[in-house]
Every structure is written in C-alpha cells, then in structure tokens.
C-alpha cells in the first residue's frame, strides 16, 4: 500500500497579508500545518506494518522544507517540494494541477489530506485533486477501512453520518476525529535528517506557468480593506463585575 | 451575465442559503441575462420547482438520476459541467456545505475555471463580478475578481436573506440528460446515520446559549442549560464539544452542524474557531465569554467578557431570575 499525504506549510502565529503584494506573508517562520497531522497519523496507520510506503507532498516557499522535515520525523518514508517562485500567489486551479502532477507520477493507491489549512482555510483543495487525477474523492472523513482494494469511509455532513465505499486508487480528506497524531520521538528527527526529500520546480512537472499571472490563478485579489466588523464592541476584563455588566446590556438592547 | 445557482436540497426543502442566493443572482443577471437553477437528485424534483421560481430563477435544470439521490459531490460535477455549457452560463453560485465545497472545488478543475470562496457579498462594478471575502478569521476584507471565462463563487451560508420576487408564469423547466463519469460514480452510500432531527428548534431559536470546550467537561453544560432556560434560549455546541462527546451532534453550530441566526448568540468557553463562526455569524447580537482575552470569538462578538464561565454564568442566571421575578 503506497499512501500520498498533501501537506501544506504555513506561517507560524498570527497569519497577515501583505498590502504590497496583497498576498499572504509568508516570509516569517513556519511549521506544517496542524490538521495535516491527522492525514499523516491515519497514513501511517494504514501502512502499519506492510512493505507500504508514505510520502508526503507539498507545494510552498522553499521553507516549507522543513514541514516535509517535520513529517519524515513523524514517519513519512519520503518527500516531494515543489517550490517555484512562478508559482507564488497560485489558487485553486494552479495549486491543485501542480499536486496532481506529482501524483500522477507518483501513483498512490490512496491519497490523504488534512480538513483545512490554517491560512486559508478553503478547505477545498483535495476535491480539485482528485478532478484532475479522476479519481474518486471523499471528503469529511472520521473513520476508514481498507480492504482488498476498497476504501470504506465515514463521512460527516450537515445530515449526519454516512458511510462511503469506494474502489482505490482514491483521494480521501481526514477529520481531526479520525485519530490521535503521535508526536515526533528524538529518535524519528534523526532519521528523518537521512530520509530523502526532492525538490521539483513547475518546470520538473511539465507545467507550464508562463501564461499569467499568479501562476495561471484564475482568480485575483484586487485590494485589501477593514471588515466591516461590529463597531461598538463592548469589553469587560473584570469578572466581579461581568455578571451585572451582561443583565444590563441585554435589558439595554430589550433582549430580556 | 447569465448566472446558475446550484441549489442544494434536503428531502422537499432547498436550503434557504440557496434560496438567498437566487436573489443575488437576479440582481447580478438583471437586464442582462438569466437566472438559472440546477436541482439534482434520484426523482422527484419537479415538486421543488415552484419554490426556487418564487426566489428568482428563471430556468430550472432537472437533472434526475439513482446516482444522484446520495449527497456525494463527483456525480454534481458531471452535471454542472454539461449545464453550464449547453446553458451558456458565465456565474455560478454555490451557498457553503459540506456538499457545495466539493463540487465546486471540483467543477474548478475540471473547467479551470476560478473558484473565490467565503464570500460574504458579490456584486458588478465596471461589467465584471467582485467578491468581498472575509480573511484570517475576519481580520481583513479580501476583494477579490476572476480571470476565466466561467466564474465561480462559493458563498457563506445565510449571506442573503431568500426573498420572494412577484410571480410570473413560473420558471422554464429543462430536464438534464445525465451523463457521468466512470470516477463520478466509483464512490456510493452504503449507509445513512440521519442525525435524529429534533425539530427546527435550534435553527429557528431567538436566542441561542452555545457551549465549547472551555466549559471544561459534560458536566458543565447544564450552565448553558441553565442559562438558556431564563433567557428562553435553545442550547448549541461546538465541533469540539461534540466530538468529544459532551454534547449531541444535533446541537452542533457551525459548518458541519447547523446554521443559526438568533436575535442574540451566547457564547460560553468557545474559542470562535472559522468552522463555528460560519454557523453563527449571522446572529444579531453575540455575547462572549472566555477566559482567554485573545479567543477569536471576542473578534466577532458585541459584549466580550474575559472571565470564568463558572464563576460568571451563575451569578447572571441568579440576577436575571431575581430579575424576572421582581
């Protein structure tokens, strides 16, 4: 069983945009994103103890090398970068042809991916993989089975709980209730330092970025604003006080 | 413009965020073009009709299949693709699901076509579509445009209010041939675990007490409780409360939960996580209180309060009683 996991590396603390290029900041420190750790863990548990294989895949600044890092200590067996600057400010449409690229090549029986990101939080990603791959996709996952070639899947909507079978090769995107993410152990980061990670350019893929901005993005951002937000934002730090302070802004806005 | 609405339905009821939708729609398609629907599912669809003709569209796409009664995305892809191209549509709109994600984020690949998500609002300005966005948990508002020929929108639920426009004829009704894709198709429902539906209770509530994991254990909901019985409120939960099993999936707010919008949103442990927010933003007016001053609820709430909940909650549900009996 060879098993894909798309990570993304993103920006350490609080995320801003940057006003020049209105692009979002990501010169500053960086880790691999949180909801990605699920994928990782459920990936690691589906190779268990086969001869399988699990390779992690990103698309970033060359920085985010060291999420790939960070997830070959976890226990990912390889790792794939694609970093191109002809790629910065990519959307949906670019970011998910340049994953598939690397997936195509590397043909996984199964393919996962995190809930969201924490930058963008789109949460959109793995359904546009899986359109170029034709593969089929479940998203909202909280449990999966493998068995002979099928994956059976748990999936969380607004409606409740269904359960999804599919034929593998598949993309399937991972809840955090999946599973309990291990933490990396002194031993894994020094293996991991021995672990290979290639580095591929759009170029590398076949991917041609030369026909517009952003990559090709077929959207654009056009200007940053202030949100309209909720102006008269009322803030109470004193507890003693808090109780009196609510029954009276309720009474005040007739809400009692 | 010629805009498509894909509306999203659950049994003999189109979600009203896509009923909003269809409004926004004819705004953006007055006097140049039409507005469309698209309604999938196994059988049965004509009945819907009438509804989403009252909202705005004036052409409704039927596509009826076995394979589209289950809520899965790929099959939708295939018919929005054949819709939006014999259609002649350059817009289409989605109002944000679980559902509506996947199929547009798939619809995007396959007609590279740009997607901008989390909209709060779209509108023309010199002959092209603009998008606002609210970005980095509503720190900064994104305006945002397309490059493709077929623009792509996925809406916050609940941004626009459905509203009845004044009946003519009714919509056009166009049956769509089916035709899907061997990987559309790989993936079927072998079972349903309906959430049990308690009623509209908690999405029609006037006031809504939610609790999250800052309560700090099952056992402390019954503050919430206590709370929304002298405010005359229905109790919510978060994701996070709900997973970890203090509370029921039927309670759960937010963006694999239910969409509210109550005259006041309380607020009590929750830290105000992207997923919640979208479930309960519309809410006329939000009061917080968390103990850490930095929780991103208190971004979007009206009265923020840094404090315990054990320790404010009963002192308010003590004052309003005293309150409500004097």
Known sequence: MKVAVCVKHVPDGRVRLDPGSTRLDRSGSGDLNAMDLYALEEALRVKGDTDGEVVAVSMGPPAAAESLRSALALGADRAVLVSDPQLAGADLVTTSTVLAAVLEREQPDLVLFGQQSADGAGALLWAAVAEHLRRPAISQATALTLDDGTARVTRQSELGDEVVETSLPAVVAVTDAINEPRYASLRGMMAAKRKPLEQLSAADLGIDTGAGPDGGSQTEVLALGAPPGRPDAIRVDDETKAAQVIADFLAERGLL | ?326
């Open chain 2, 1 to 326: 413009v010629n805009v498509l609405v894909f509306a999203e339905h659950r049994g003999d009821r189109v979600a009203p965020g896509c009923l909003g939708l269809l409004g926004k729609a004819a705004h953006l398609a007055a006097g140049t073009g039409t507005v469309g629907a698209v309604l999938a599912g196994a059988g049965g669809l004509e009945a819907l009709v009438p509804e989403v003709g009252a909202h705005g569209a004036d052409r409704v796409h039927l596509a009826e299949d076995d394979a589209l009664g289950a809520p899965l995305p790929q099959p939708r892809v295939d018919v929005l693709e054949a819709v939006v191209e014999t259609g002649g549509y350059d817009t289409v709109l989605f109002s944000n699901s679980v559902l509506a994600a996947d199929v547009a984020a798939g619809l995007a690949a396959r007609m590279e076509a740009g997607l901008n998500w989390d909209l709060v609002d779209l509108f023309g300005r010199d002959g092209r579509l603009v998008g606002h966005r609210l970005a980095l948990g509503d720190s900064v508002l994104v305006e945002v445009g397309w490059r493709s020929a077929v623009q792509l929108a996925l809406v916050r639920a609940g941004s626009f209010e459905p509203v009845r426009v004044a009946g003519g004829d009714g919509p056009e009704v166009a049956a769509v041939p089916v035709r899907l894709s061997p990987h559309s198709v790989a993936a079927r429902v072998i079972e349903q675990r309906p959430t049990p539906d308690e009623g509209p209770a908690l999405e029609d509530a006037d006031v809504v007490v939610s609790g999250g994991m800052g309560l700090g254990g099952p056992e402390h909901f019954s503050l919430a409780e206590d709370l929304a019985r002298v405010l005359g409120g229905v109790v919510g939960a978060t994701r996070a409360a709900v997973y970890a099993g203090w509370y029921p999936h039927s309670a759960q707010v937010g963006q694999t939960g239910k969409t509210v919008a109550p005259s006041l949103y309380v607020a009590l442990g929750v830290s105000g996580a992207v997923q919640h927010k979208v479930g309960m933003q519309r809410a006329k007016v939000v009061v917080a209180v968390n103990t850490d001053p930095n929780a991103p609820i208190f971004e979007f709430s009206d009265l923020a309060v840094v404090g315990d909940v054990h320790t404010v909650v009963p002192q308010l549900v003590a004052l309003l009683e005293r309150k409500r009996r004097s």
